[in-house]
């Protein structure tokens, strides 16, 4: 599903969830959100922010998936106004789709990220060379970091580190 950001901003029936101490992100529908309360598998906590945040317990990360179900190939695409080309993005959502699990897409500015399984890829666009820095996180931990020239390498490493 492609959501820009006008459909975006009007979508209320999603809400964000983060895990401590990953800061792993899940969206989810506003009616897993009652469910996953009343089990106390979140928490609502402004611990961290005035604005406050629903939060849960990585170690209840299992549970909480198979609350909220996403099916295995599912794919959420959240593209904003970003610096990135179209074709480019396009490409990358090609790679993807390829992967039977669940997968986000997330563009804006000179930012780009892909979240799957425990896994974190994001990728800054530079205004100068090297085009592309990547740094790629499992269970929040940077694990690898890379600066890429062109497009075309950028689109390798992700397979790469998709695959890994």
Known sequence: MLKTFENFEHDNSKIWIIGIPSGESLQIDRDKHKELYDKQLIIYSTQYSEIGF???????IKEINKIIKPSSDAKDYMIYDNEFNDNLI???KIIVEKYPYYAELYASEEYMGI??????IEIKKN?????YYLEKR???IMVDSYNIATEKLLLKRIEIEMNN
């Open 138 to 140: 499992v269970g929040g």
């Open 127 to 131: 205004n100068t060379s090297p085009n």
């Open 54 to 60: 629903y939060l849960f317990d990585d170690k209840n």
């Open 115 to 120: 979240s799957y399984e425990k896994n974190y």
């Open 90 to 92: 396009n490409m990358i």
